[in-house]
């Protein structure tokens, strides 16, 4: 079975927003990275986030994207009961 890839990153820049920490306006946020090499890279490319192959752990992740995440993760994890 095929997957759509841009569902697939739109997933991966959703979970992060989880666990982002550090949201500061106009300059983003701070996620931990922990994603498959192809979509994290695929990210990057969009220029959402900073280049994943740097040695620290958290990603810089662009004001642009962090909008986005929370967009998906409401879309993808919301509940209507809340």
Known sequence: M???R???DELTLA???LVMRNRQEGCGA???KGFGWDTMNRL???????DPRQKAKPIQVTEEAT???EEASRKHFGR???
């Open 6 to 8: 841009d569902k697939v």
């Open 15 to 17: 979970l992060p927003y």
């Open 80 to 82: 209507e009961d809340e």
């Open 44 to 50: 990057h490319a969009k220029g959402w986030i900073s």
């Open 67 to 69: 909008r986005k995440a």
């Open 30 to 32: 701070r996620a931990w």
């Open 2 to 4: 095929g997957c759509d």
